[in-house]
């Protein structure tokens, strides 16, 4: 077995960071901290974000990172023994020969490990689980399966003395028989252990809770994208640690005397290339930490990304392009710029363990053992790492292109002052309050950004169609400024297993294309395939904070949403069920008109609907109504409508009665038709019953019917019953 094995630069920094665990070889493996990474590091630079996190630059590993295995017990494939790694007899390439049987080969390492609050991880103590706490002077475990699927079928037996105990009890721990923490921190060394009182959390080893990172981005935008910068960024680090202790005086000396190396070296002209290197120099190495380069981070790049800084002189990370608004006649637009070029730094800074880490630079400026969220529930591990006088965090670079585009912020806001939406948001509001993932005390959800959030997933689900890039690989940044009163949203790929990009995205923000792309992904989610229950959700998705949002209509791949696909409503676009003129976009691109309604689906031909043979008006009057459905209906029909009217309100919106409608060529009876719902309640199935369902359901439609077992009576009463 090897002791150490390679991976993509990507995995380690997200999925496979330092403290994670990885199976490979028949083993389970810990990534270590970076102060074991002893083979050569490639440095990478970003100065505002260097500046904002305190650190000199970003590193990984080249080729190889340092393991450990772990966890550190395991049970022998022939005779079931259960032992520590330290037990087993090792050839020389490291495969393990069980001490018991003397079997060699695979082993089985433990399925659980213990975790806490405060990042630390360990081994379950099996032998004082199975003994209780009071162990014999000799323990034998042996693990036994029955072959259920349930834990209550894995037990850990001691040999010596006959204690036995279910794996059940390791999850359903009470009272005194609750495990502390060791305050083990094996990523960093086996034997780091540190006083700790909290409960431990056992869990298993492949579970989501053992590991979430902490992953800060940034953007390189000018001043600190050009060539210029990019031959004395290396040296910037390296003068860094050394103009701490140098008086001012000697500063300017220093600084011209690296800048006429830079020009010997590079052969520049000096006349040019002087003036700019200075001026590189003080703005690099002007001071530390400053808060208003935390306030300003995003900010910062909104105005580079929008065209309100100046472009480099010599352009090099950051190329952009600025296209008239007016030529994409969308009144709501402020600007659009194309993004040819754009590198993107991803810092590791830390992870935590039972709960993730709120989002957002702030976050992760606190120091390692403070809480990272308004609840005070987890704490997080810091991965800031000192080499001689220098420091860093694990990092790594992607390139890519992108289209950025701001929106008039008036007008969004305005929009969702409307009354209709002040009893939409207190659900949302209310479900925040209650979240997790609440990042400050007394924060609210922002209506601007669950609108620009919402647009941006249902622009990355068009764009992934036909710009050539996988879905996975497209991402987001969203820039909401209430106290500037601006907003915008940069939709980018940025890959970092390629130099370069494949221009599909920059080709679809241009004029003739863009504004077509915006509408279609608008009637995309007009209906979505869950509806009427993801149209009709007070809550849904983690922490119950989204509304109109599921996996058939907006949420995205993890790696492609920055605020993991929570906080989003396609309401905020397109309306409700019942009431479209809620949506931002109604009267731009509004799906439905009277009389025949023409859809045009993506994958789907044109759905033509015409309501005709209109016939009498059926009762409001929810007992009135049912009466008259029930009659002369038969037994399964009867049971339907008696749970329909026990969900309905007293009074209904006006139907009509024994009409038709005509689906393409089809046509076929309805027993009652409610138009401002867009319901339709047959008697019976007619011929050709899933066809035409399939069509109307396509066309916004919502059939139900009184002998179909698929017809949900409590689902129909909220369409009819919906204010």
Not at 179 to 204: F, I, T, Y
Not at 362 to 372: H, I, K, M, R
Not at 427 to 446: A, Q, T, Y
Not at 460 to 471: F, H, P, S, V
């Amino acid at each position: 077995m090897a002791n150490k094995i390679t991976t993509r630069v990507g995995s380690l920094i997200l999925q496979y960071g330092p403290g994670a665990m990885l199976n490979e070889e028949g083993f389970s493996f810990l990534i270590m901290d970076p102060s074991n990474w002893k083979d050569s590091k490639r440095k990478i630079f970003d100065e505002r974000l260097q500046r904002v996190l305190d650190v000199d630059y970003f590193a990984y590993p080249e080729g190889k990172f340092p393991l450990n295995i772990f966890p550190r017990w395991f049970s022998c494939t022939s005779c079931r023994c259960f032992l520590p790694y330290e037990s087993w007899k090792k050839t020389r390439g490291g495969e393990l020969i069980c001490p018991n049987c003397g079997h060699r080969g695979k082993m089985i390492p433990a399925r659980f490990v213990a975790i806490c609050r405060k990042g630390h991880l360990d081994d379950v103590d099996w032998n004082a689980f199975v003994h209780r706490g009071k162990v014999c002077s000799s323990p034998k475990l042996i693990l036994s399966d029955r072959g259920a699927d349930s834990l209550s079928s894995l037990s850990i037996k001691c040999e010596h003395c006959g204690a036995k105990r279910s794996l059940s009890n390791l999850i359903n721990t009470k009272g005194d028989e609750k495990m502390k923490c060791s305050g083990a921190s094996p990523w960093r060394c086996l034997c780091n252990r540190e006083d700790c009182n909290q409960d431990v959390k056992v869990v298993h080893r492949g579970s989501s809770s053992v590991y979430f990172p902490k992953i800060i981005t940034s953007l390189v935008i000018p001043p600190f994208s050009s060539k210029l910068f990019a031959l004395v960024e290396e040296k910037v680090a390296d003068l860094k640690s050394m103009l701490r202790q140098t008086p001012e005086i000697y500063k300017k000396q220093i600084f011209e005397g690296l800048v006429a190396q830079i020009i010997a070296e590079h052969n520049l002209n000096e006349e040019a290339a002087k003036p700019a290197l200075m001026k590189i120099l003080e703005t690099a190495l002007g001071g530390g930490i400053k808060d208003q380069d935390i306030a300003n981070f995003s900010y910062d790049e909104y105005l580079a990304l929008s065209g309100q800084t100046p472009e480099d002189e010599y352009p090099k990370d950051f190329y952009r392009e600025i296209v008239p608004t007016e030529l994409y006649h969308l009144n709501f637009l402020s600007c659009i710029t194309l993004i040819h070029s754009i590198r993107e730094v991803r810092a590791l800074v830390g992870f935590s363990r039972v709960l993730p880490l709120t989002s957002g630079i702030e976050s992760a400026l606190q120091e390692s053992g403070e809480s990272t969220n308004g609840n005070d529930e987890v704490e997080r591990v810091d991965f800031r790492t000192r080499i001689g006088r220098q420091t860093f965090y694990p990092g790594y670079q992607v390139r890519g292109e992108g289209i950025f585009f701001s929106v008039n912020y008036d007008m969004v806001s305005s929009h969702f002052d409307i009354p209709g939406w002040i009893e939409r948001f207190q659900h949302l509001e209310r479900n925040f309050d209650k979240s997790l993932l609440k990042p400050v005390e007394g924060s609210k959800v922002d209506r601007v950004y669950l609108f620009l959030h919402s647009l941006s997933h249902a622009l990355i689900k068009e764009l992934a169609n036909d710009c050539g890039y996988e879905i996975s690989s497209i991402r987001e940044r969203i820039y909401n400024f209430p106290e500037k009163k601006e907003c915008g949203i940069f939709i980018y790929t940025a890959e970092g297993d390629v130099e370069g990009t494949l221009g599909g995205l920059v080709r679809r923000g241009r004029p003739d294309m863009f504004t077509n792309c915006l509408k279609r992904a608008i009637s995309a989610i007009k209906i979505c395939s869950s509806d009427p229950i993801c149209s009709l959700s007070s809550g849904q998705g983690r922490d119950l904070l989204n509304l109109s949002a599921c996996h058939n209509c907006l949420l995205l791949p993890e790696t492609s949403c920055e605020s993991n696909n929570v906080l989003l409503d396609r309401a905020t676009l397109v309306g409700t069920l019942f009431d479209p003129k809620l949506g931002f976009f109604y009267q731009k691109i509004h799906p439905y008109a009277e009389g025949e309604t023409t859809l045009n689906r993506r994958g789907k031909k044109d759905v033509k609907v015409t309501l005709s043979e209109r016939g009498l008006k059926l009762p409001t009057e929810t007992s009135e109504l049912v009466a008259e459905l029930s009659s002369g209906a038969e037994d399964e029909e009867k049971a339907f409508l008696k749970r329909l009217s026990a969900n309905l309100p007293k009074k209904l919106p006006e139907s009509e009665e024994a009409g038709m409608l005509t689906v393409g060529a089809k046509s076929f009876h309805f027993r009652a038709y409610w138009p401002d719902r867009r319901v339709v309640y047959l008697e019976e199935q007619p011929e050709s019953y899933f066809d035409i369902k399939d069509l109307l359901t396509n066309a916004g439609y919502f059939v139900f019917c009184g002998v179909d077992p698929e017809s949900n009576p409590e689902i129909m009463a909220k369409l009819l019953g919906e204010k």
